[in-house]
């Protein structure tokens, strides 16, 4: 379970930066979407529990607080804090139907050292069909997301702010993508918690 677990922050560090250069070229206000703060990726998000798994720098994440279906989590990878709220999606479906996949992670992250906050990004399962564009809808309304490898991040940074805000507001978020082999996902996560998991972390993760 560590393997994997440190295997998928490996992959959210290095799409982080491709994300990164990506956004700054398609949005001027792009500073939000710094390199990719590393979440965990525990199999059960009990408050009890502490996950087994590695950030950056060997540094653990610890459960502070179970919200919903969120959990929200901490860890100081080489000195520098990074929270952010983790769950999984309440269904999940493929077309053509029941292709295998890994399991699907949302995941809003925070990092006060590079100025990132409330940022949104998905771990799909699977390897995304390269150059295809994905789509989270919440609160009626669709926004593009980039993606890289298995993972999802807002192409346009300017509007994650809205998108936030209407995560905070919603009952689920629809998160839909295309396989590399040409299979389509959607994975509707609940967002009960969110909002009370990100202003756990607003107050935890103060530098």
């Known amino acids: 379970m560590l393997r994997i677990l440190t295997a998928l922050v490996a992959s959210v560090l290095v799409c982080g930066g491709a994300h990164l250069a990506q956004a700054q070229n398609a949005a001027p206000k792009a500073s939000k979407s710094a390199a990719k703060p590393a ?3 525990p199999e059960a998000a009990k408050p009890e ?29 080489k000195g520098k804090k990074v929270c952010f709220a983790l769950a999984k999606p309440a269904a999940s479906k493929t077309n053509p139907p029941n292709r295998p996949r890994d399991p699907a ?16 990004s998905v771990m799909i399962g699977y390897a995304l069909k ?43 978020a629809v998160v839909k993508g295309v396989s590399a082999k040409g299979t389509e996902t959607t994975d509707t996560f609940s967002l009960k918690g969110l909002s009370q998991a990100l202003d756990k972390l607003a107050q935890d993760c103060k530098r």
């Not at 992670?105 to 949104?120: D, H, I, L």
């Not at 919440?138 to 300017?158: C, E, H, P, R």
């Open 49 to 77: 529990a502490k996950p087994a798994a590695a950030v950056a720098g060997n540094a653990e994440p610890t459960l502070i607080g179970q919200f919903g279906t969120w959990g929200a989590y901490t860890a100081t990878p």
């Open 105 to 120: 992670y949302a995941f809003v992250s925070t990092r006060p050292a590079e100025k990132v906050s409330n940022e949104v």
């Open 130 to 172: 390269p150059g295809s564009e994905s789509t989270l809808e919440v609160g009626g309304a669709s926004y593009a997301m980039y993606t890289q490898g298995d993972g999802l991040w807002i192409k346009n940074a300017a509007e994650e702010e809205r998108m936030v805000d209407a995560m905070r507001k919603a009952s689920d």
């Open 39 to 41: 979440p965990s990726k």
